[in-house]
């Protein structure tokens, strides 16, 4: 069964940091775009940002860059996304999900950030 | 900010057809392909259509997608209880290099 796993949500304060992890199971991420799309309470959906199958492009949503940093470990099946400089409006259900577009495409159930002091 | 346009709502009758719009431009939808998202209360997205008009395995062709210029359509036929959910469109734009998603409709069977 191809799943999508993501772990390390939580609450934290203004300012703090938090790290994402996304866990495959039934098949390799090797050769998939990766993405974060996160969805504030009771709002639509807003795409955070994909990394190449080797890792070697990424692209961002303007309002995380330079905060937020995403990257992968093909030999771990994983998916990460470090958050840093933490803000109010990150408060989000953050969802992992493979080749967003594409015929094979997967999505995580997603964890819950809350930024709140 | 999303910069893919959506109705807010639409609604019908069991058995009827709705049509979502999403209206883009040239930098996204006008020269990238769009797909369709479905999510059901409290459950992650799951694509409907991809590449315009491609359904993935398991989607039942009672949905149906279409693209012209800058805009795109989902049609849904035979509209069942079950379609009751938040609708998204998306495309990747160049000019931003990110992916855009729709403002979302809600699709109510009345």
Not at chain 1, 34 to 63: C, F, T
Not at chain 2, 2 to 28: E, R
Request: one cysteine or more.
């Amino acid at each position: 069964e191809v799943q999508l796993v993501e772990s390390g949500g939580g609450l934290v304060q203004p300012g703090g940091s938090l790290r994402l992890s996304c866990t495959a199971s039934g098949f390799t991420i090797a050769t998939d775009w990766m993405h974060w799309v996160r969805q504030a309470p009771g709002k639509g959906l807003e795409w955070v940002a994909n990394i190449k199958p080797d890792g070697s492009q990424k692209y961002y949503v303007d309002s995380v860059k330079g905060r937020f940093t995403i990257s992968r470990d093909n030999t771990k099946n994983s998916l990460y996304l470090q958050m840093s400089s933490l803000r109010v409006e990150d408060t989000a259900i953050y969802f992992c999900a493979k080749a967003i577009a594409a015929y094979t495409s997967a999505w995580g159930q997603g964890t819950l950030v809350t930024v709140s002091s | 900010q999303s910069v893919l346009t959506q109705p807010p709502s639409v609604s019908a009758a069991p058995g009827q057809k709705v049509t979502i719009s999403c209206s883009g431009s040239s930098s996204n939808i006008g020269n990238n392909h769009v797909s369709w998202f479905q999510q059901l209360p409290g459950t992650a997205p799951k694509l409907l259509i991809f590449d315009n008009n491609k359904r993935p395995s398991g989607i039942p062709d009672r949905l149906s997608g279409s693209k012209s210029g800058t805009s795109a359509t989902l049609g849904i036929t035979g509209l069942q209880t079950g379609d009751e959910a938040d609708y998204y469109c998306g495309s990747w734009d160049g000019s931003l290099s990110v992916y855009v998603f729709g403002t979302g409709t809600k699709v109510t069977v009345l």
